[in-house]
């Protein structure tokens, strides 16, 4: 199947399931929800690291080394990132890096 053809599909799909949950939560709800999920995308830096999307705080975390501070949680966090995060190459060699300098930090 085309990529063209699979996007279509899907949207034809998606559509008709965003106005029916529209009806079943109220527009406003349904914005509200909408809203949540666009904010956290743009303003990454308010989902925390034990979140399921936290995965989405790891480029700006690379870039600005603003990992947890006890050495546990920011291995944790940079082992998440190695694993669940697309990363570039560049990325991925400054993540290594703050890996093997992170005290006890394993690499995955």
Same mark, same amino acid.
């Given at each position: #199947?085309?990529?063209?053809?699979?996007?279509?599909?899907? %949207?034809?799909?998606?559509?008709? #399931?965003?106005?029916?949950?529209?009806?079943?939560?109220?527009?406003?709800?349904?914005?509200?929800?909408?809203?949540?999920?666009?904010?956290? %995308?743009?303003?990454?830096?308010?989902?925390?690291?034990?979140?399921? +999307?936290?995965?989405?705080?790891? +480029?700006?975390?690379?870039?600005?080394? +603003?990992?947890?501070?006890?050495?546990?949680?920011?291995?944790?966090? #940079?082992? #998440?990132?190695?694993? !669940? %995060?697309?990363?570039? !190459?560049?990325?991925?060699? %400054?993540?290594?890096?703050?890996?093997?300098?992170?005290?006890?930090?394993?690499?995955?």
């Amino acid at each position: #199947m085309s990529r063209t053809r699979t996007v279509l599909l899907s %949207a034809a799909a998606a559509v008709p #399931m965003a106005v029916a949950f529209a009806f079943a939560i109220g527009a406003t709800g349904f914005l509200g929800v909408l809203g949540f999920s666009v904010f956290r %995308a743009i303003f990454p830096s308010t989902i925390a690291w034990n979140e399921k +999307d936290a995965y989405a705080k790891c +480029d700006s975390a690379i870039s600005n080394a +603003d990992w947890p501070k006890a050495p546990a949680n920011a291995c944790a966090a #940079m082992h #998440m990132c190695a694993n !669940e %995060a697309v990363l570039s !190459e560049p990325q991925t060699k %400054a993540l290594y890096e703050a890996i093997r300098k992170t005290a006890g930090c394993q690499e995955p």
